[in-house]
């Protein structure tokens, strides 16, 4: 796996990084639960075909800025700064976990910026009938076989470079967990029952089949409210980060849905 | 020196096999374990014993706040603070504290303190801790990447509503009220003595040590494990030019007294056990929501290597169990005949340098009596060893200024 192109935008007086690689249609990709610490190999496979551009999230690696932000408005308008920083226009969005929740709020206030989405076991919603995980209630043995089908995928994405120091990694590691929990604490629900109608994309809906933390169930809770074309594909052997338990059938999903 | 009567008003009839058959003391505890019935017997013996403090000359008395837990069963302390302040006449009613951020509004605990500061007669301190893990973020559901955000929003909120000779608007980043006029107004001017409940972080150390708060050191594991936290904090006081007054800290310890040693040792070890083993079984999970330490304490535990993950007892417990001989030798409990008693705690006070020293005297499922037993015989035999100590050098600044004793309402005798 070569990396990507890296890029510094600064927006305000908040910075992030931008990762961009390969050529065509421009696909704008939001990272899951510890964002993006290394470029992974599915978006290498995007981006054989497509130009992928994966912008820092607020306190996910490669930006901060989360302690500033503290409600939804707050995480919607960042986002919307990543996107137009992006500088394509209208593009296909794909996003997962957190990330894939603040691509379907995305979605559903600016319908005019996403052509087609893509959301990978996004949060969002909650049902008392079958909830989600309490993902930041679980001893240190529990999290990897919650999170992953494939913890080795899982250990092998999160492992620290040999050029990072140990304790900035955990640091970092710890700040991507600790963005994600002041967007979702605490049970992940944002209130997206109530706007999913104005998500009017083509979209396509990525389960893990085995996914332990939002249940593959939601892909109908989704399906029923978003107003747009829906297409639902379960991917086998993967749990809640699908992308990288099995990142060939992910890469292979997005590139079917969005080509 | 001041030495003050704390109550965790633990629930005192967790099962024996409670450590075997259930995860946790805290945040998801069995509801099936709490019968109401036997609980009206414990919360007024807890309150006699709090009572019976006072009587025996305790200059202060303690409540704390926890939340959806088998050990503390005061979620309002300032219910248990308000019955305290009509039955006793003379002592520190110490409220330690009101978890700030999950007041909502924050400006209810200017009431409420208030309103137990008029009824005491000026008698409150006002401890405002952050609360742990278990009471904010998962019992209450307080988001941790802002609960110290909101806290110390909570904080400024609070002290502007008691001083603020004005109703005002506060638009705040958590809190928006167009008419803030806290009404009753404490006794105590320009505002009661604040006190802050801490862990062992620098930033807190500076935050009271700018404020002029006293610092208190909660622990349960005893003085040598507060060792390194009191230094670290009187370093930091040397480094911010403040003086050494003992009066600026307090320390929590376990104390059993009996006549002997070894009675001591005899008569405590069940209600220690209980209390180390059954009522300390937090489970692992509660311990770190992300984002309730900062990256600096995140550092500092990386670096230290204290522990193998953010001071964890292991995956799945959050304390160590230790034996009676270890709680014991750790000086978890302090332990032994008055005299013994009063050489090891005028040792600690004079080591940590502490001015105010809260006692557990009694802990675990301890019985009315042995808590009598055990309250009596330091009033009358350890405490007029200790209570000198520092007065003579040290103003303490940070101690209630009451009403003129003639001053104060007498409660009515109630007919029974």
Redesign the interface.
């Known amino acids: 796996v070569s990396g990507p192109a890296e890029r510094s935008i600064l927006v305000g007086d908040e910075r992030w990084r931008l990762w961009e690689k390969g050529e065509g249609e421009p696909l704008i990709f939001l990272g899951g639960l510890r964002g993006l610490p290394r470029w992974p190999k599915v978006l290498d496979l995007l981006a054989t075909q497509q130009r992928v551009i994966a912008p820092s999230l607020p306190g996910f690696p490669g930006a901060s800025g989360?302690?500033r932000l503290?409600d939804l408005a707050d995480w919607v308008a960042a986002t919307l700064d990543r996107i137009d920083g992006c500088e394509v226009g209208p593009c296909n969005l794909v996003g997962a976990s957190v990330g894939g929740a603040l691509a379907a709020e995305v979605a559903a206030f600016s319908p005019a910026l996403v052509k087609r989405l893509v959301l990978i076991a996004p949060f969002g919603l909650f049902d008392d009938a079958e909830p989600v995980a309490d993902i930041?209630?679980?001893?240190?043995?529990?999290i990897p076989p919650l999170l992953s089908a494939k913890p080795d995928a899982l250990a092998e994405f999160l492992a620290r470079p040999d050029d990072v120091d140990?304790?900035d990694w955990?640091?970092l590691l710890?700040?991507a967990?600790?963005?994600?929990?002041?967007l979702l604490?605490?049970t992940g629900d944002l209130g997206l029952r109530k706007r999913l109608h104005r998500i009017q994309a083509p979209t396509l809906l990525v389960w893990g089949s085995d996914d332990r933390v939002v249940p593959a169930s939601y892909a109908k809770r989704f399906a029923a409210g978003i107003s747009g074309w829906v297409e639902t594909t379960s991917i086998a052997a993967a749990g809640h980060m699908a992308e990288i338990d099995q990142p060939e059938a992910v890469a292979d999903a997005i590139l079917g849905f969005t080509s | 020196m001041k030495l003050l009567w704390f109550h965790l008003m633990p629930y005192t009839d967790l099962p024996d096999d409670f450590t075997e058959r259930h995860p946790s003391v805290w945040?998801d505890i069995d509801p099936s374990l709490f019968d109401p019935i036997r609980a009206h017997g414990m919360y007024n013996e807890f309150m006699d014993e709090l009572e019976h403090a006072a009587e025996m000359g305790f200059d202060g008395i303690c409540v704390n706040e926890h939340h959806s837990n088998g050990y503390g069963m005061m979620p309002s302390p300032n219910l248990i603070a308000s019955t305290l302040a009509r039955r006793t006449r003379d002592t520190a009613l110490v409220i330690l504290g009101n978890s700030l951020a999950l007041y909502n509004p924050p400006t209810r605990v200017a009431e409420e303190m208030a309103m137990i500061d008029c009824i005491s007669g000026g008698r409150v301190i006002a401890g405002f801790p952050v609360g742990t893990p278990m009471d904010t973020?998962?019992a209450y559901?307080r988001?941790?990447?802002?609960l110290r955000?909101r806290y110390y929003e909570a904080h400024d909120l609070v002290m502007k509503a008691w001083q603020e000779p004005e109703p005002f608007t506060w638009n705040g980043?958590?809190n928006k009220l167009r008419y803030v006029n806290v009404w009753p107004r404490p006794i105590q001017q320009p505002h009661p003595p604040i006190w802050i409940p801490g862990g062992g972080s620098v930033e807190t150390w500076r935050w009271c040590a700018e404020r002029d708060y006293v610092y208190t050191y909660l622990s349960y594991f005893g003085y040598k494990a507060g060792e390194a936290t009191m230094r670290g904090f009187w370093e930091e006081m040397d480094h911010l030019g403040k003086d050494r007054n003992p009066f600026r800290a307090g320390f929590l310890q376990f104390v059993g007294v009996a006549e002997s040693r070894a009675e001591a040792l005899d008569i405590y070890g069940e209600a220690a056990d209980y209390f180390y083993n059954r009522c300390l079984h937090v489970?692992?999970?509660?311990a770190m929501?992300?984002?309730y330490a900062s990256?600096k304490t995140?550092?500092a535990r990386?670096?230290s290597q204290i522990a193998k993950?953010a001071n964890?007892a292991s995956?799945?417990r959050a304390f160590d169990q230790p034996s009676f001989e270890d709680i014991v030798e750790q000086g978890y409990v302090v332990i032994g005949s008055p005299d013994e008693v009063a050489e090891q705690l005028r040792e600690v006070a004079v080591h940590l340098n502490v001015g105010h020293l809260m006692l557990l005297l009694h802990f675990g499922n301890m019985n009315s009596q042995l808590t009598a037993y055990n309250t009596e015989l330091f009033a009358k035999r350890v405490m007029p060893q200790l209570s000198g100590l520092f007065e003579d050098e040290w103003e303490n600044r940070w101690w209630p200024k009451p009403l003129a004793q003639e001053s104060t309402a007498t409660p009515r005798e109630v007919a029974r």
Do not use: M, T
């Open positions: 989360h302690d503290d930041w209630a679980k001893r240190l043995s529990e140990a304790i955990q640091v710890a700040r967990n600790e963005a994600a929990a002041r604490w605490p | 945040v973020c998962y559901g988001n941790p990447s802002q955000q980043r958590f489970d692992a999970r509660w929501p992300p984002g990256e995140i550092r990386v670096e993950a964890l995956d799945a």
